[in-house]
């Protein structure tokens, strides 16, 4: 009787092995999380708080940096991984939104490729004018400036990181919306756009909150409109340029992504650790000082903005004329 018991326990103990999800077997093999990054920036920053926030529930999560081609070697490698839960992934509005409009040749499918597990957040870009220009031209609102340029055409220019960057695409969107025309002048790189900007060299620049928030509380840059739909809780007295042009809204953000054959339940359970740990006090104090709003969500939500996204950037990569070949 003995035997018997021991052998029926035996039978369903290897049972209940073979029907386990995925995501147990991850417990002895620590997950990466693959950054298309260079570290230290606020990626890479925000991506080390969460793998210290979810060890407890998920084990260690490595951190590995794949920086190059605008983000698309690193997604790559996360598209191409293995689907069993130990190798997950950052994306962004540049891998999975403007890229795949940007780039001639993409190395993945942003939508097929991938599974969305949740957003993480988003930081605002801002408006802003050099003070001392906009004092000079008595502007001192986003209404303001559409009038200057439009009494004033083609006076006006704006400074990006490059062409096909977030500042130049949120210009151009800018410029169609309110009907006006300025000059893009591309720089290589976010901060020799903001040097530009700071000098006199440009009018005005769309600069990420972050970046700009210092010379903003210093006075050097007068802020004019931020770019989500609604003012952000890092600039509250700033409204957006929605405010002004309804619908309005291009953000900087970033989330998690998975393999797209990985499991259902895998997914949901890293999109449970992974919305607890952004939810946590101790993320959001973080993220503050980044400027970085949490934004946790679904796999299902996170999954139609992300296509949302690759739709609206679509239209403006193709007016805008930018190409990466």
Do not use: C
């Amino acid at each position: 009787m003995t035997t018997r018991r021991h052998l029926l326990l035996s039978t369903l103990s290897a049972a209940a092995a073979l029907s386990a999800p995925a995501v147990l077997a991850q417990a002895s093999r620590p997950i990466r999380l693959i950054v298309p990054y260079a570290a230290g920036g606020p990626i890479d920053v925000t991506a080390r708080v969460l793998a210290e926030r979810v060890k407890d529930s998920l084990g260690t999560v490595i951190i590995e940096n794949r920086p190059g081609g605008g983000g698309n070697i690193g997604a790559d490698a996360v598209a191409k991984a293995a689907p069993d839960g130990t190798t997950i992934g950052i994306s962004a509005v540049a891998t999975h939104a403007i890229n795949p409009w940007l780039f001639s040749k993409m190395p993945y499918d942003p939508v097929k490729d991938f599974a969305a597990i949740t957003q993480m957040v988003r930081v605002p870009n801002v408006l802003v004018m050099n003070a001392d220009t906009a004092a000079r031209l008595n502007i001192n609102s986003l209404r303001d400036l559409i009038a200057y340029a439009k009494a004033n055409p083609a006076k006006l220019n704006y400074g990006s990181g490059g062409n096909g960057s977030a500042g130049h695409l949120a210009g151009e969107m800018f410029k169609r919306d309110a009907g006006i025309f300025a000059v893009h002048i591309p720089y290589n790189g976010g901060n020799p756009a903001q040097l530009a900007l700071l000098s006199g060299q440009v009018d005005f620049n769309f600069d990420n909150l972050a970046t700009a928030a210092p010379n903003i509380r210093g006075g050097k840059l007068k802020a004019l409109a931020v770019t989500t739909l609604n003012r952000s809780p890092n600039l509250p007295d700033v409204p957006p340029v929605a405010d002004t042009l309804r619908g309005f809204a291009i953000d900087t953000w970033w989330g998690l992504v998975a393999p797209a054959a990985t499991p259902r339940d895998v997914v949901q359970k890293l999109n449970q650790a992974f919305v607890a740990a952004l939810n946590s006090p101790e993320a959001k104090t973080r993220f503050a000082g980044l400027m970085a709003e949490p934004v946790p969500n679904s796999p299902e939500e996170f999954s139609a903005f992300m296509r949302n996204e690759l739709a609206k950037y679509e239209k403006v990569v193709k007016a805008s004329g930018a190409k990466v070949d």
